[in-house]
């Protein structure tokens, strides 16, 4: 049994699907710190922006307070169809070659 997590370790497959894996966690993560902190540094900066009305109830701070929590929400979505589609399927596989 040792000797066969050793070879799943070492082997390609393995290490192309780790790398997949931190490359598609840090570019959401990154996406996500822009996008908070995006709306942190407008709400800190452009206040005269932010209070400008959009029709008669609204105004940019609200529309882009609410687009904030919706790109994360898509930005979740993303990394769980991807993890879903792909990344499931990928270590189902490697378990499957590796530790019969």
Known sequence: MATDIERL???DRFKKL???RWTVSITLLVLLF???YGYILIVAEGKEFLVQKIGVHTNYGIVLGIGTIVGAWILTIIYVVWANT???KEV???KDEFLK
């Open 34 to 36: 822009i996008l908070y």
């Open 92 to 94: 189902k596989g490697i």
């Open 9 to 11: 370790l070492s082997s």
């Open 18 to 20: 780790v790398r997949v």
């Open 86 to 88: 792909i990344y499931d």
